[in-house]
Nanobody, 113 residues
Framework: VQLQASGGGLVQAGGSLRLSCAASASSSIDDMGWYRQAPGKQREFVALITRSGTQYYTDSVKDRTTISRDNAKNTVLLQMNSLKPEDTAVYYC?????????WGQGTQVTVSS
């Protein structure tokens, strides 16, 4: 499974970004989600959506972030609003298929104050 993420960039605090990720797979992906890694910090969970549409969010983003997916296209979107400087990180798309977890290459999100 290959994952291609896009949509990162530079945005001012309070702005919005939408990240997208497409998975190349012949079967329907199980869980899809996003992690992020800020400079000098460990990679952390951001959001996840199951194949049936159940969503999970880390507390720091849950009131201003929406994760969605298109099962037919094996794509996942992350809509982030009211962005804060502490959201600055490389965002990684992830997908699980048949018990194995796959990672995309990461897309940089930079939020200026």
């Amino acid at each position: 499974v290959q994952l291609q993420a896009s949509g990162g960039g530079l945005v001012q605090a309070g702005g919005s970004l939408r990240l997208s990720c497409a998975a190349s797979a012949s079967s329907s992906i199980d869980d899809m989600g996003w992690y992020r890694q800020a400079p000098g910090k460990q990679r952390e969970f951001v959001a996840l959506i199951t194949r049936s549409g159940t969503q999970y969010y880390t507390d720091s983003v849950k009131d201003r972030t929406t994760i969605s997916r298109d099962n037919a296209k094996n794509t996942v979107l992350l809509q982030m609003n009211s962005l804060k400087p502490e959201d600055t990180a490389v965002y990684y798309c992830t997908a699980k298929l048949y018990g194995s977890q796959y990672w995309g290459q990461g897309t940089q999100v930079t939020v200026s104050s």
